[in-house]
């Protein structure tokens, strides 16, 4: 498939808007805009990786929240499966994070690749460590 | 803190049946919720008396621990808990004066994960910690239950549990008393 823009080099433009796309535009001088409708807040279905969240998010903290040790819970296969998704999984944790706070911490350390933004002496206070972690979301564009 | 007080002037509440599964030898008229679920603070911050953190020796440094060994063995507990003045003892009778913390752990471990009554278990070496019971002044327990909530028990055995094959349900048992003088 032909990229409409060679600068957009992280996101292929769907087929539709391809087809809808001068081939050569880029001769015209013109700027030639389209309205991608999955980025559109009109359609909030939420997207696979979303889903995905969603579901193991559900499973992990159903078999997990009697423990006694976060790290224990962390170790559930949900959880791991999270991680695996890398940074993409961020923004969907922090959204979780914000409607009710939960061990995402350890998960969000390990994407942020051991960056964390709690202060020492915050360490273990639930409400202070969200706020952190929410607060570095919205300055680093993960949170909106 | 709740605890005895709200036992005798509330009505008493009661863990989701799917909770209360979890733990065998805990019958009705020996519990009683004192607290909502949350995870706001842990079972070792209860007995360490603070209900404003999560009290931890995880090894990524996220959660709060007073001392430097950070490792999730029953040493490590005991090692914090006589960093807070806490002392080894035998007898787990109320003792006017002292104030009491009992440590269980998983005496038999667990070499994959395993999901038994709706909660996952995973592998754990033998003689790992699970949890920390605070005296009340009544000689009855006081337990956070992870993120779960907070109870009132009245025998540590209350949270006992192995099932038959040997696989850990709830937290295992008592390993350790510790007592601190309050004088």
Known sequence: MALVADRI????????????????WWKRGETFEYTDH??????????????????????????????SSAASMVMHPAYLEIISYGEKMIPYILKDLQQKPSHWFIALKTLAKNYSPVKPEDAGNIKKMTEAWIEWGRKNGKLS | MSGAGKMASSPKRYLPKEREE???????????VTDDESDNYNCIALAAGDKTRWW???????YYWPIFKREWTVDCLIEMFESLNFQKCRCSLKKRGFEKVTLYHDP??????????????????????????KQLPN????SKLGGWEEIEH????????????????????????????LT
């Open chain 2, 154 to 181: 009245r025998t540590l055995k209350c949270l006992n549990g192995t099932d038959i094959t040997g696989k850990r349900i709830s937290y295992g048992k008592p390993i350790q008393i510790l007592k601190r003088d």
């Open chain 2, 56 to 62: 931890e020796p995880d090894a990524s440094g996220v």
């Open chain 2, 108 to 133: 038999v471990g667990c070499i994959e994960g395993i999901s038994n009554f709706g909660m996952w278990h995973p592998e754990v070496l033998p003689n790992s910690p699970t949890h920390a019971a």
């Open chain 1, 38 to 67: 999955s980025f559109s807040n009109a359609d909030e279905s939420p997207s696979q990786p979303e889903k995905d969240f969603n579901r193991l998010a559900k499973k992990w903290k159903n078999e997990t929240s009697g423990y």
């Open chain 1, 9 to 24: 080099d992280y996101y292929e433009v769907p087929a539709p808007y391809v087809e809808k796309c001068p081939e050569d």
């Open chain 2, 22 to 32: 979890n733990f065998p030898y805990l019958t009705k008229k020996l519990y009683e």
């Open chain 2, 139 to 142: 000689g009855a327990w006081q």
